[in-house]
């Protein structure tokens, strides 16, 4: 049994796997296996497919930080430091992540890449935690407000620098998968293409390539293009893997997304069946 109950201050979006995004909590049952008799009995069934069964390869994370002036404009309510600006608080989770990260596996790697008018690689990859925690706090707001976003550059960046591994027996876990964790925080730049879209066929023809949002927004308004940015946004990556997450500037809920982030995307469920006490 699902029960959903939107939250006015949300938005709401009719993706596939997006009922978690944009405030809407979500009451589970405890998943059982198919044909056991708790199964019968609940009517809810979860079947594995091969990838919930993968090792943890190591992951190459592209962090992608949008730099436009709302990053610094809209601030984040602390009980010790009063408003603290949107992107501090990016960087602290994100510093948070990386170690983390680091310490389930050494092996994985981070490269950082900016979101201005379009996509600009910033740090290359590296297992240096302390490296890439360094170039993460070098970052600093444009103070520009931009009317759009193009979406090919990213793609066509990060395939560039990080092309998805082959794909040879799919029972077998890949050398590496290639993650994006795309940070969003415009309210009237709606995202668009208007370059060369291989890179971004050639990624989401992968199923080695996974793409996470994270969109910090206004409050949704008649004034604002919130509603169709999360949509733009939350149908760019239509894999049952990837995760989108609505934020309207909770500390402890944005602590939350980014421990979902930890997750291995090869062994996380979807974001459907993720507890809802991480989501909520």
């Known amino acids: 049994v699902i029960k959903s109950q939107p939250s006015s201050h949300h938005l709401t979006t009719t993706g596939q796997n997006r009922n978690c995004a944009f405030g809407l909590q979500k009451v589970i049952e405890p998943f059982v296996m198919a044909g056991s008799q708790d199964a019968r009995s609940s009517g809810v069934l979860y079947t594995f497919n091969h990838q919930d069964a993968h090792a943890g390869c190591p992951e190459k994370i592209i962090i992608c930080v949008d730099l436009a002036k709302e990053v610094e404009t809209m601030s984040v309510k602390s009980k010790d430091k009063g408003d603290v600006p949107l992107l501090v608080v990016w960087k602290n989770a994100l510093e948070l992540f990386v170690w983390n990260k680091i310490a389930m596996n050494p092996d994985h790697e981070f490269a950082l890449i900016v979101l201005t008018k379009g996509a600009e690689w910033f740090c290359s990859f590296s297992k240096d935690a302390s490296l890439m925690c360094r170039a993460i706090n070098q970052l600093q707001a444009t103070g520009e407000n931009y009317e759009t976003f193009d979406l090919a550059s990213l793609y066509s960046i990060i395939y560039e620098h990080s092309p998805p591994p082959p794909t040879t027996d799919?029972?077998?876990?890949?050398?590496?998968?290639?993650?994006?964790?795309?940070?969003?925080?415009?309210?009237?730049?709606?995202?668009?293409?208007?370059?060369?879209?291989?890179?971004?066929?050639?990624?989401?023809?992968?199923?080695?390539?996974?793409?996470?949002?994270?969109?910090?927004?206004?409050?949704?308004?008649?004034?604002?293009?919130?509603?169709?940015?999360?949509?733009?946004?939350?149908?760019?990556?239509?894999?049952?893997?990837?995760?989108?997450?609505?934020?309207?500037?909770n500390v402890t809920k944005l602590f939350k997304f980014f421990a979902c982030m930890l997750a291995h995307p090869l062994q996380r469920p979807v974001q459907d069946n993720m507890d809802p006490k991480l989501l909520g």
């Open 170 to 249: 799919p029972l077998l876990p890949p050398p590496y998968t290639v993650r994006v964790m795309f940070l969003y925080c415009r309210s009237n730049s709606p995202p668009i293409f208007k370059g060369d879209p291989t890179g971004h066929n050639a990624l989401l023809a992968s199923p080695y390539f996974f793409l996470d949002v994270l969109y910090a927004h206004q409050a949704p308004s008649p004034l604002n293009m919130c509603e169709n940015i999360f949509y733009i946004l939350s149908e760019q990556y239509t894999g049952p893997k990837g995760l989108v997450f609505d934020w309207s500037f």
